[in-house]
């Protein structure tokens, strides 16, 4: 069964640096997504992205975020800066491009900015 | 974001269905009843959606009411490994480019 990889699993980086969290969506998908969850808290959408272009962002997705499809299979979040609030799950998130279609979620990255 | 609205949290004993209600009672008629889970905190997990009818796959069982404003995820056995909180989403036809998550119903599955 086809499934939505994130690379890494875990990754801990100091406060100011920049990390890119790296997703392989499904291959024939064609909406990507990115969602962060906070320790206990709600899984929150960050960001859809449909041909090569962001289609749309919540308000937590600022200038400190970017999101890449490089190279046709990869599908990337870019943090330029970290900040101790962005500690969280990052889930990567792949559908086709109708409303009767699923999204299927990657495992996730735990991210940690110490 | 459509509005929908699940009681925080619910127990089923193992072995028995779980019946899990999801209001939603401000969905339009284009729009589709989706119904994720998320195990601790792994990835959220695709369980079943539907529009109108009712619906069956391997996992589950969605039941829809007639007038749309209310639906029922069932799982026929529950087992220990089904704990998890489960979430009900409207997918709009006008932003159907994300998924909303609102805070679900843990379903506390016990021996």
């Known amino acids: 069964e086809p499934e939505v990889t994130q690379t890494p699993s875990h990754q801990v980086t100091q406060m100011g640096q920049e990390v890119i969290l790296r997703c392989v969506p499904i291959?024939?998908?064609?909406?990507f997504y990115w969602y962060r969850q906070i320790l206990g808290q709600k899984v929150e959408f960050l960001v859809s992205?449909?041909?090569?272009?962001?289609?749309?962002k919540s308000e937590i997705f600022d200038d400190q975020f970017s999101v890449e499809r490089p190279d046709g299979s990869n599908f990337t979040l870019k943090i330029r800066s970290t900040k101790l609030e962005d500690s969280a799950m990052y889930f990567c998130a792949s559908s086709g491009d109708s409303q009767n279609t699923e999204a299927f979620f990657g495992q996730g990255t735990r991210l940690t900015v110490v | 974001d459509a509005k929908t609205t699940q009681p925080p949290s619910m127990d089923c004993a193992e072995g028995r269905a779980a019946n899990l209600p999801c209001n939603h009672s401000?969905?339009?008629?284009?729009?589709?009843v989706y119904w994720y889970r998320q195990i601790h905190s792994q990835g959220p997990q695709y369980i079943i959606h539907?529009?109108?009818n009712n619906e069956t796959n391997e996992m589950a069982s969605l039941i829809i009411t007639e007038d749309r404003k209310s639906s029922t995820l069932i799982l026929p056995h529950a087992t220990l490994r089904d704990t998890a909180v489960y979430y009900c989403i409207v997918r709009t036809q006008y932003n159907f480019n994300k998924f909303y998550f609102g805070s679900g119903t843990k379903l506390n599955v016990k021996p």
């Open positions: 401000t969905i339009s008629g284009n729009e589709y």
């Open positions: 992205f449909y041909n090569n272009e962001i289609s749309e």
């Open positions: 291959s024939n998908h064609l909406y």
């Open positions: 539907g529009l109108k």
